[in-house]
């Protein structure tokens, strides 16, 4: 439990008790005469820690309402308009939501109460607003003891309980719902358990009067005390059909409630202070006005929280990008370390270099043109050679023209004679073969046949004598030689397509 | 709500507390971005770097080879005058000194202005621009083994490259019936280095 301050108020006296941790740190009691107020106005300026106000008075009013199902301005205008009309002159009023009709126009249950006694609390508020103090909100012990009993079964439940400094309170819940609250003042005349059995007959006849129990329906009253307590109330409590006894030992709901605290009688303070502190109400009797200084510290622990985790969030992005860094860094360290090993490595390596004209990359690029280049080169001799060889077997075929061109820029296999490198073109005729037409073109078929035989491609571009049948033929018996002239187109085999390197 | 001036007095500290956190938290990420942008591009050079000298060591492993395989074959073409300027009086004297060996009955030549070797299929020449001085020759020829014997004589007599693309030969002559004439076509090759001085 954090920090806090909680104030217990009765009709004549505070009870404050300043909490760490859960436990009681220092607890003081001030009357409501000046003294009292000086001596807490006094208090308060040691203490500057949130603070919780749990009122017990007679003083508290409720009133339960069905108004329409609103909401937004128009539901704040209709329970202002019901707290000017209930609770005029007090501005310690709330509206607690209890149900929703379910038929009809299905309506909204609502408890209207009210502190009606403002004069009892504004001088303490009051103190606390000139002491700066965060004041959470201002709550009341019937406000607190519903969750108490929000576990037990029964739909018609008395919860009485005892408080020291302000009496004994009864309240009644239906639906596990706050209905109404009786505070009943003990003097000192009268015991704890002679007012449970003295206020419990009367509260069952008011619960009566006001139909709020039907006839015939047993009310559970859950008795809240000391164990010696609860056993002299067992003994004296009227048995009755209309009433059945719930006993519950304030120590076993304290260790339920996990409140580290002795008790020693039945005053149930503490129960209801701590239960406030543990889990306080979202609605209280507390104004804008009043928590003022509340909402300041709510802001202050929001920027501080802030602060708080910018600079953690700040400092642990910061960490990460210099941790993830100075793998970057050793890594960097790392790869200069490398380049600085590779960097001596080639250097002991150019070290070694003879002194030549040119770098060896540029020795190799012209080196290596050169000996494309060379490949596209045909000698001569390469070329005519061969063809010699053969055309010496063929006297009669007699040579006008005969060129050959290198074509350095035609790739040189492609296994096309059209695309060669190198193409020999022969212009001739055939000589001494008469009139011997057969003779001669067999003659130079069987030429064609020897250099197609040597690898070349040929290409026959003129016939010495065309006699196919789309062909015209004439006498031929006046002709010259020169008639039986053809012209051939070579490619060499690939053997002889490319020069070597010189 | 409304705050009145002594709520602020009330709010300073925290106040306060938000704006230095804000500060301090912006310093914090401001020099812990720059110093990991400063190492990431550091540990970029050093990378970029290595790889640098992972391909000088690679280079310098190629040119320990290319070193041996091509330095004798470089001095070559250096003393066969390649590489470097063309030579066309060298070129114009030689075929002067072959015209002296009778080795054809007549030639006749033409050297065109040296231009940029234009092979379609791709040469790789790294630093070098090849040239391409186009040489045409005009022969008379007593038999076709003449021509033979004088791009023999070219090719060994002359510093140089001269690339021979095509020739022509014809039966028949100014002189005698029985002569060959010749047409040949191709260039001198010279290799210049883009790097050297002009």
Known sequence: MKRCLLLFLSANRIHAQLMDGGKIAAQHEFSDLSDGRDGFNAFLQTTKCPAYLLTDLIEEDFRHEAVPHLIGKSRTALFQRKFDQFYRGTPFHQATLLQRQKTGRRDDDILFSALTNPSLITPWVDILRAQQIPLAGIYSVPQISAPLIKSHPSNHLLLISWEKSSGLRQTYFRDQRLQISRLTPIYDDLTFQGSVVKELARTFQYLKSLSLLPSGQTLDVLLLGHAQDLIELQLELPRSADMRYHYVEISDLAKQLKIDYRFNDSDASQIFLHQLAAKPPLSSYAKPEHTHYYTLWRLRRALNWTSAALLIGSLLWGGADVWQSSGNAREAASLKKQTQQLTNAAQQITALFPHTHAPASDMKAAVSAMHTINSHSVLPGEILRPFSAILNQYPQIMLDELSWQTNATTPVATGNAADTPTQISIKGHLADFAAGYRAALNYLEGFERELTAQGYQVTMLKKPLDVSASGSVADQREARDDVLGFALKISPPKSLQTGAPK | ?198
């Open chain 2, 1 to 198: 709500m409304k705050f009145a001036k002594s709520d602020l007095l009330l709010m300073r500290r925290s106040s306060l507390a938000v704006c230095a956190s804000a500060l301090i938290s912006a310093i914090v990420l401001y020099s812990s971005g720059e110093y990991a942008q400063h190492t990431q591009k550091d540990q970029r050079n050093a990378q970029s770097q290595l790889n640098d000298a992972r391909n000088k060591l690679t280079a310098a492993h190629d040119d320990q080879k290319n070193m041996a395989a091509y330095t004798d074959k470089y001095a070559t073409l250096l003393d066969s005058k390649i590489i470097g300027d063309e030579q066309r009086l060298d070129w114009m004297e030689g075929l002067g000194k072959i015209r002296e060996q009778n080795l054809v009955s007549d030639f006749r030549y033409t050297i065109a202005p040296q231009k940029i070797y234009a092979a379609k299929s791709s040469v790789d020449s790294g630093n070098f621009d090849i040239h391409y001085s186009e040489m045409k020759l005009q022969f008379e020829l007593l038999h076709e083994a003449q021509l033979l014997d004088f791009f023999a004589a070219l090719h060994s007599q002359i510093k140089g490259w001269y690339q021979l693309e095509g020739c022509t030969m014809r039966r028949g002559g100014d002189k005698d019936a029985a002569q060959l004439t010749a047409e040949c076509s191709g260039g001198w090759i010279t290799l210049k280095n883009r790097n050297e001085p002009k």
